[in-house]
């Protein structure tokens, strides 16, 4: 899964590495999750660019209500073609996340666990593979929303965790924010684990538990917790 992520890049870096028609509105975040928003980078007609915000958990534009229960902030990619509340999304409404690292826990024993912070190795953002969809209520008022695509652990996440976000490669990035690009088949060929060697993390405090923490503390290492056996 994927439940937590930060971003701190300036709005110039973020307009340069994700070739964005302006820069976007955004403030260092080093704790975002689910139900805040979240940086979206889509595709607008006339092949416009451009990063915006959206709620992070995916609410179907056919939902009755704008909450759904449990918040889908995930959608797997083994089913995300199929299941209704993506499918749409995922053949015509793909953005890019962009994220500086993604938080996930390592399990320790049966009681505890250590956040650590995973990241690119070359240091640049990460492109993570994500949906969205746009909700009306009965008054009119819209809500954009998206969902973060998963797959299975590659052999380095898989020492903290059985899943990850799918993370795309530059290459792919025109293919995957063409709306007008609509083949399932060759779109579900991105939704890979990225390669082992293409990340590296650091544990971190366990201050990214809570989100109303947010500060450069959240990404800063630490050592790590060691059990007796």
């Not at 928003?37 to 056919?62: D, F, N, S, Y």
Request: include cysteine; aromatic fraction near 10%.
């Amino acid at each position: 899964m994927c439940g937590r992520i930060n971003l701190w890049m300036s709005p110039a870096e973020l307009a340069v590495v994700f070739e964005l028609f302006r820069e976007p509105e955004w403030e260092p975040r080093y704790n975002l999750g689910p139900m805040q928003q979240i940086l979206t980078v889509r595709q607008h007609p006339k092949g416009v660019v451009l990063a915006e915000p959206v709620q992070w958990g995916l609410v179907p534009a056919w939902s009755k209500s704008r909450l759904t229960s449990p918040p889908m902030n995930n959608a797997r990619a083994e089913t995300v073609s199929s299941k209704p509340s993506f499918s749409e999304s995922f053949k015509r409404r793909r953005c890019l996340i962009p994220a500086n690292g993604f938080f996930e826990w390592k399990r320790l024993d049966t009681k505890s666990k250590q956040p650590w912070n995973i990241y690119r190795v070359d240091g640049q953002p990460l492109a993570l593979a994500g949906i969205w969809d746009s909700w009306q209520s009965n008054d009119g008022d819209p809500l954009e929303s998206c969902a973060v695509v998963t797959t299975e652990a590659n052999s380095f996440m898989s020492k903290i965790h059985d899943r990850m976000p799918v993370i795309l490669e530059k290459s792919d990035w025109k293919t995957w924010l063409d709306p007008e690009f609509t083949d399932v088949e060759e779109l579900q060929r991105l939704l890979i684990p990225c390669p082992s060697e293409l990340l590296t993390g650091t544990p971190v405090c366990s201050l990214v538990s809570n989100v109303k923490y947010d500060s450069p503390e959240c990404v800063r290492p630490v050592a790590e917790h060691r059990t007796l056996f």
